[in-house]
């Protein structure tokens, strides 16, 4: 079937005329195959013939973009609504024989995308593409489409389309030429018409984070896999409840499933300490863990390290200093002197604690995002 859509490739104008009954052929198109699907009670296919005849537009709007920058005037669009990507849109110079780097990028779609290289004149040229830490190889040779056009400054340009992608995807392009070489480079991709927000999260127990489906207009049923884990509201509001693993799935009307894996970690903080870190003539205290214990008083575990060529036998003037995720005081233990040995080259380990009713912020925190600070003296 021919689509009612032209373009000029010289330029890339779409004409009004032009888009506006390709706007009636869509409406046509879902309303025959809506009633074929009602018909037989398949909601879920209609989705996904509506899905493939957005792809088709998408990438009529991509080579349109890419060959002049059209503008579709027959309607009005916020730019988070736009059915395309722009990743990139710059022009550089490349030294000889030199890889020219792109500036890398990251995918926030899982469909196809595409670049265009534009160039004064033909020239061969040489890409390094990198997707998720996958490689490849092209040339101007393999290029989907090339055209002779007018486009900027420049007058022969090559279109590349990248399938297979996964959202989240880093990429990193290279570009080599055999002399000096003003070039433009544009990069775009489709957007996905709903996906959740993020597909993977850890979170605290008895923490929440909120969960969307992005570009839905249906109606969404959340549910998790194990409410013992991780709970989730009908607003997509998930709570963690225990160190676990549940996923989190919100279900469209039309059947379509949008999931999300929960991760739920311990309310404790933790840090990997050395003595490689003690320089020589120093003595110093690091704390290893922290977490609240059953009564909401806060336990730190701390180690001492004793760097001071000499054996150390006590500690004075201790403080340490707990601090939340946003910088902000959590609690302090302090104490005057402690006796203690420790020889030289040697460590020991210490428990404090801080009770509840000391904490300077009584509510719970996150201590996964905690952090601390620590001031001593030796003898």
């Known amino acids: 079937m021919r689509l009612p859509l032209r373009w000029s490739l010289s330029t890339g104008e779409v004409r009004q005329a032009d888009y506006e009954r390709f706007e ?67 022009d550089y110079t490349a030294s000889a024989g030199t890889p020219f780097e792109i500036p890398k990028f990251t995918l926030e779609s899982s469909q196809d995308f595409s670049f265009c290289i534009y160039l004064s004149q033909k020239t061969d040229f040489s890409i390094t593409l990198s997707v998720a830490g996958k490689s490849k190889t092209l040339s101007a040779e393999d290029a989907d489409r090339k055209e002779n056009a007018p486009i900027k400054t420049y007058n022969h340009l090559y279109i590349f389309f990248c399938r297979d992608m996964s959202r989240n995807a880093t990429c990193k392009m290279s570009i080599t030429f055999p002399q000096d070489t003003a070039f433009g480079i544009k990069v775009l991709q489709t957007r996905d018409s709903s996906y959740m927000n993020v597909t993977s999260a850890t979170i605290t127990e008895g923490f929440s984070t909120t969960l969307s489906v992005l570009n839905n207009t249906e109606s969404l049923t959340w549910s998790s896999s194990k409410t013992s884990v991780a709970t989730v509201s009908d607003k997509g509001v998930v709570k963690g409840k225990k160190e676990g693993t549940a996923i989190i799935t919100a279900k469209a009307a039309s059947g379509a499933a949008y999931t999300c894996t929960i991760k739920v970690a ?30 909401g008083n806060l336990v730190i575990k701390a180690k001492a390290f004793n760097n001071t060529g000499k054996k150390v036998v006590a500690l004075k003037n201790l403080k340490i200093t707990v601090l939340s995720g946003s910088g902000k005081s959590v609690g302090v233990y302090s104490l005057k002197k402690k006796k203690v040995t420790i020889s030289n080259g040697g460590t020991k380990n210490f428990t404090f604690k801080i009770k509840k009713s000391k904490l300077k912020l009584k509510k719970t925190q996150d201590l996964r995002k905690a952090s601390y600070k620590t001031r001593m003296k030796t003898s």
């Open 266 to 295: 311990k309310n404790v903080y933790t840090n990997s300490v050395s003595f490689s870190n003690v320089s020589r003539g120093n003595a110093i205290v690091d704390v290893t863990k922290v977490s609240y214990d059953s009564k």
């Open 24 to 90: 009636a052929y869509l409406e046509s198109f879902y309303t025959i195959f809506g009633k074929i699907y009602s018909n037989k009670n398949d909601k879920k296919q209609e989705v996904i013939m509506k899905e493939r005849v957005r792809k088709i537009l998408s990438l009529m709007l991509v080579v349109s973009v890419i060959l002049g920058g059209a503008v579709l005037p027959a309607r009005e669009t916020k730019a988070e609504d736009t059915d395309l990507i722009t990743y990139m849109d710059a």
